[in-house]
């Protein structure tokens, strides 16, 4: 990837946003649409596998200035979405072994070949090669709760700062997205408070688990060991001080605001 020239005016720079296998109307990648657009200051261009669709449509009617086909499986597609951009934020998660990883490297390798200036990617720590080749069964960690952010709703205006204090400041960075580290118990006694209803903690062991068929996979079974051994954000000690997405969004939400807004009372 070339240095990314930190002397550019971003201000009217046309951003790419790559959601989760092209899907812009999902929470991340169309909530960080809607920060953006909130701005004024960019031009935004949005991936979809079919600009045709009614949800591409909809992408058009709130502002968005381009709504591209683009397959991420295939480099051309990358190569073209990536013409004449200026940024991009891209979110995969692959639902087969090595499917984020393998989109991964070829959007790199289509943004190095076109010389694209600088891309932020939102990512989940790679739970393979982390523990060593311990827990080699969790296809993505979506959907997990602590350290709490609310990922459709909280992400965005946090990207949206990012760019806006530019790349001089954070090319290269890693980014801890977090509004807080709760612990279960935590969780319980706020959504009791919250709801009404009593919520209690229950520790499952592999044999507990078996009741359970819904959850009773070698994924879910990986996962949640995994975050007994190394936390959402595994070793990697950049990721360990979460006070940075405060810093960029003073107002992200704590999870007992979140569930106020969220559950009902009983």
């Known amino acids: 990837m070339p240095d990314v020239d930190s002397n550019l005016n971003w201000n ?7 959601s989760m296998g092209n899907f812009l109307s999902r929470s991340q990648g169309g909530s960080v649409v809607n920060a953006l657009l909130a701005t004024g200051l960019y031009k935004i261009r949005a991936l979809t596998r079919n600009p045709n ?7 058009k009617a709130k502002g968005v200035d381009e709504v591209v086909k ?17 940024i991009a934020w891209i979110l995969i998660i692959g639902v087969n072994p090595g499917e984020e990883e393998r989109q991964g490297k070829l ?47 909280e992400v965005e205006p946090i990207v949206a700062k990012i760019i806006e204090e530019g790349p001089a400041k954070w090319n290269g960075k890693k980014v801890p997205v977090a509004a807080e580290s709760v612990g279960l118990k935590h969780l319980a006694d706020v959504l009791t408070k919250v ?29 949640h060991k995994w975050f007994i051994d190394y936390g959402l954000f595994g070793k990697d000690n950049e990721l360990k001080d979460i006070s940075i997405a405060k810093k ?8 007992e605001q979140y569930a106020i807004e969220t559950y009902p009372k009983a």
């Open 12 to 18: 009217n720079s046309c951003i790419m946003v790559m």
């Open 53 to 59: 669709s009614d949800k591409a449509k909809a992408l």
């Open 70 to 86: 683009c397959d991420l499986s295939n480099k051309e597609d990358i190569k073209n979405a990536l013409s004449g951009a200026d």
């Open 107 to 153: 959007i790199a390798d289509a943004a190095k070949e076109v010389g694209f200036n600088w891309l932020i990617y939102s990512f989940l720590p790679d739970s393979t090669t982390e523990s060593d080749g311990k827990y080699p069964a969790i296809i993505n960690l979506s959907g997990i709760s602590a350290p709490f952010v609310d990922k459709g709703n």
């Open 195 to 223: 709801t009404g209803k009593t919520h209690k903690i229950r520790t499952l062991n592999d044999d507990d688990i078996k009741e359970f068929s819904f959850i009773d996979t070698d994924e879910l079974k990986q996962m």
């Open 248 to 255: 960029l969004h003073p107002k992200i939400k704590s999870f």
